[in-house]
């Protein structure tokens, strides 16, 4: 082997090298002309030379040791095995050795042309370098010599041994074998396969080509019109029809360019292509997304797709619901999302500090006995199997769950145990019982799915501490004095759920379009709440609300809401109905609320004795006095500071005016003309004290009081044909009626106590009137002494005369008339002077009118509010509704 894989140069024998030169050419041509030199099947140096001659190997070095110096000297001794084994056997020598070396080694399959594989220096062209040895020139001879066993015969015919006759023949049919057959046919099916597969590939090159050049001219073309229509575009855009048309026929210069550079155009990197429309673009679907998904929805619905549409694409997975749907139209579907553990927005689950949870309802104190004393009424349902405690179930619509007591069907068979399911629901994982509690931002902790549920179905009992109205009065004073959030809830028996420590329930928010609702149910006898989802059902991830029906009692209260819908009412509640009004000021609200709660209280007195007889109004009544009598109390001590300051500041003045009376009457004469005298009078006038107390003298002309028949005291009309009560029966402003009424304070004359005690006659008036005023010109006026009252007899001439009454009426101004309605009042008086007697008026007929006066104004006032019966906030209310009398008009206006 080692021989076999080693080189010929390497081999150990120099001789062998040496004849490998020298024997080069021969070797070469032989390989040429006759066999490969495969069909030599030498495993080694010395086997090939065995085999081939039959000169022996010591022979051949013993005569390569002697010619080396000549190699070609005896070329013959080298070629002719014959005379090799003649000159040994005449030397004496037995030739066994050479015959055992041209027996030597065979490669059986060489020989038996099974060798396929043949190693490369066995090949031909291998062999035309380097040759293994000399072939001996009978082998080559009878190798040339094609006829098989030809050369052979002729070899063996010069052998002596008939052992290795036969062998050469043997060896020589091999190589004819090998030469003829396998070796053969492999090489020329090698080449035929070569020459195929080159065929195969020019043809395909050919192909390729032509399709190149196609793509080539196809990309060109594409260029060419491209840049054709960019060109005939903008030929458009600029020139005229005609010029339109031409410039589309002609090749522009562009064009030229264009076709040119076909090459540089075709090279251009692709542009990406993006997607014009979203994810699933090329996904056929009925979308209109200025719609929204409902609504698409239904117009999906009205126009079927088409069943080319349908089958022309296989809808991507999220969409092939809809399509079963859709063929389907019987069926009935919701939107689609994600499952929450698939879609879960929130990374890490809210701890709520100082949440204790409770699972059911605790009674908490008396509430327990007094629990038992109320108990449930019980309700029966009828449903069969079929109806599996529908709709139509009693216990349903009467919101009592069904249980074996109550039901006849199964609990497998009836659906209405709602309380039973949660509890089951309860026990599974956290995603069955599919509520928790997330984080709102503004209105604090709230509650969502993390489930769907269908529509009405349950979804967490709203539990806690069942405690009395007592208790929770307690806890709201002390306990929760300063919290912001309450988790109080009506419940039923007048009973309180406080949820402070209860289920996930109370951090349900409010909402005004709620999608749950919180309903009171019966289960087994007692009285439950719990959250259920509304008729749209609730999808997962969803925040559950409902609606607070929150009642805030006071304006204090109310919540502003922050639900976020289009219906928000800007409330937790019911929206107040002056929630868009400005804000009252904290009298006009607490004067507003009484006066509702008199009105509620009025009203309920003129109903029925039935409702004034029940609790509740009762109670209200009883508000409403003590808010009363408070409102009342605040203004009555209003109005005596008021009056306080006012008789001070009327004190004050009247000194002033007496002081500055005394220095006018020692600056004047004693008689004055008339023209005098009225400026007098009117100094005087301005200098009058001004009597605050106007509802004095409006009583006074109130028109309860008999005209015809006066009272002890009381003041009477002037006149009967006098305008002035129907006058004074308009709504006369303060002002105005305390000017008007400042005339009217004026003391009584003297004389008038005498007359009305002798003949109560209607000239005798006692009001102050200009008669009465003009009286106090009279002479006897002039004894009477100065009092400290501004009114003094003031000599304004004796002249009884008509004349000189018209000349006193004009210079009469005792009441100073600002305003057109009392104009006309003076103008009467004027017009129709008084026949009384003129008297003087004194001090102390002014201090007797005053009190007099007084006295009738409380009198009147004691009847009017008993009348009304009510405080001074309510007799405002119906005042300003029903009477329009001028008196109590006043006394409302002064009130305030
Ligand atoms: C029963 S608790 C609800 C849970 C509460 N958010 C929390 O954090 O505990 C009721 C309180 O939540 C707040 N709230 C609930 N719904 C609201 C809404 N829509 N707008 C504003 N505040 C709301 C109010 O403060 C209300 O008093």
Redesign the pocket.
Known sequence: MAGRNASPASTSSTASNVTVRTDHHLAARSSISASPPTSTPPTSHGDEASVLSDATKLDTVVELHGDVSTPRAQPEAQTTPGSAAEAAKSEGRRSARSTRAAVSTYNVQILAGTAIHTPTKYLPKHHENVLHGPLPKSAVHSLMATPAGKGIKAEADDSCDPAEEQLATEAAEAAQRRRSSRVTDLRKDAFRNLAAAGDAMAQKGQELLAAGKQKVQHALRNTMSESQSAASQHALTKSSPRKRARASTLPTPEDERSEAEPQKEFLKPKTKQWLTQGLYVGQYREFNPRFKESQNRLRRKSKPIKEKERDEVIPLPMFSGEQLLEADPTAHWRDFKLPFDTYHPLPRKIKVDGWVQLRKNRFIGESSALWKRDKQDSSQCYCSPEDGCGEACHNRIMSYECDSTNCPLTADECTNRPFAQLKKRAKGNRYDYGVEVMETG?????VRAMRMFDPHQIIVEYAGEIITQDECERRMKHVYKKD????LMSFDNKMIIDATRGTIA??????CEPNCEMIKWTVGGEPRMALFAGSRGIMTGEELTYDYNFDPFSSKNI?????GTESCRGV?GPKPKDWNRPKMTMTSSIVAGAKRKIQEVLGSSRGSSSVQNSPKKRKLSAIASSALTKAKNSITESASSQDKAKQTATELEAQKASRENRALRRSTSMTLTSRRSKVVHKASRRSLPVLKSSRHTTVTIKHKTPRSVPRPGALKPINKSSRLPSILQRNIPVSKARKSSSSLKAPKTPARSARSAKSPSPDSSPNITPASLRSANRPSAKKLKQSKLPFKALNLGSSKSSKSTKSTADSEPMVENTDSEDDDIEEEFNAKPSRTPKRPVTANSMRRATASAKKTFERSVRTSTRAVGVGKAGLRGDLNEGVRGNTIRMLTEDDD
């Open positions: 503004e209105r604090g902790y709230g912001k959030c309450y988790y109370r951090f349900v928010n409010h909402s919540q502003i809401c922050k639900c937790l």
